[in-house]
């Protein structure tokens, strides 16, 4: 690895490789890994990017249309190789989720991207590629993509604040209280996101190596049935997944009715899978599919903090 690029890189204790944070001039390149979006938001939001003082690609395919997806499988998976080769790229923000990731993660080749980290942003679907970020001890962003920059402009919170943390600003988060909070401190590696996908990582070379690590895992979800959820739940406690963590933060599920005939609402059900478990609980952080979504560091050390007087999540440099 050159001297230059071992400078923008921070290996932590747990050996999660930290890309170098963005500084102006460097470039991003905007790709559609999953579902199909219409162009403008991909405009949109490389003017966003631009207005940060960063140079922005397109990926070939970005704007493309292969029936739900952007493109087929090769040329999604083609764009996302490319972008994680090229030495200069130092930003790759996905498009949108939707579904597709999942069909072209085995295929990724890291070598490149170990030599020269960048950032990956996204959520939703791009769950899957976090969990094959991860999978090569490296960290990603979970955050909000091209449709909320390109109907926000940067006093947006959300958008402030993943510009702040591309860029290497210390973050930390305060939230109320929940009545289903249980209270303490923790600290570990940041895992997550969309619970649907995380569930279809199981049994995989990407799924969460809780026996292997202290983890804080976080999770959202949208559009599944509360019955679901918590089948997904007991197949996490089952798995010996639940009682390895070292904390959870639970974020916004919604699209969905709660069903009555579970007897609980849906953070009800998640409270009762982990009630056995002594570490900090936080339900209702913003992050997920209702607009407000806090950018989450994904294989960075973090600690949380669960009181009487509030929550507070620090992201650690």
């Known amino acids: 690895m050159k ?11 747990r050996k999660y490789i930290r890309p170098g944070y963005l500084k102006k001039g460097d470039k991003a390149i905007i790709v559609s890994p999953s579902g199909h979006i219409e162009g403008e938001f991909i ?3 490389a003017a966003t990017l631009e207005s940060w003082g960063l140079k922005v690609d397109v990926a070939e395919h970005a704007k493309g249309q292969f029936y739900r997806f952007s493109g087929t499988d090769r040329e ?31 295929r990724l080749d890291f070598t490149k991207f170990k030599e020269c980290p960048k950032w990956v942003a996204g959520y939703s679907d791009i769950t899957a590629i976090h969990a094959a970020i991860q999978s090569q001890e490296c960290m990603s962003l979970h955050c909000q993509m091209a449709k909320h920059l390109s109907l926000n402009d940067n006093n947006d919170k959300d958008i402030s604040l993943m510009r702040r943390v591309l860029f290497g600003e210390k973050t930390a988060y305060d939230i109320a209280c929940h009545t289903l909070n249980c209270n303490g401190e923790s600290s570990g590696i940041l ?47 089952a798995g010996g997944v639940l009682e390895r963590l070292s904390g959870l933060i639970v974020g916004t599920f919604s699209g969905y009715e709660e069903d009555l005939s579970m007897g609980k609402d849906v953070y009800s059900m998640i409270a ?9 609980v936080c339900f ?7 607009g407000h979504n806090l ?15 509030g929550v507070r999540i620090e992201l650690l440099p």
Do not use: W
Request: aromatic residues 8%; proline residues 6%; neutral net charge.
């Open 3 to 13: 001297g230059a690029d071992r400078q923008n890189i921070h290996a932590m204790d």
């Open 43 to 45: 405009d949109k939001a």
């Open 76 to 106: 999604r998976l083609d764009d996302l190789q490319k972008a994680f080769d090229d030495p200069k790229a130092r930003l790759i923000l996905c498009s949108r989720g939707g579904y597709g990731a999942a069909r072209i993660i085995t």
């Open 191 to 237: 895992r997550g996101g969309n619970l649907s996908v995380l569930y279809g990582m199981r049994g995989t070379p990407f799924d969460l190596p809780a026996g292997r690590e202290n983890i804080i895992l976080f999770i959202e979800d949208i559009n599944e049935r509360p019955y679901c959820i918590d089948r997904i739940m007991q197949n996490l406690k």
């Open 272 to 280: 009762e899978a982990v009630s056995s478990y002594s570490y900090p």
């Open 284 to 290: 209702g952080f913003p992050v997920g599919h209702e």
């Open 295 to 309: 950018p989450m560091i994904c294989g960075a050390e973090t600690t949380m903090r669960v009181s009487e007087k």
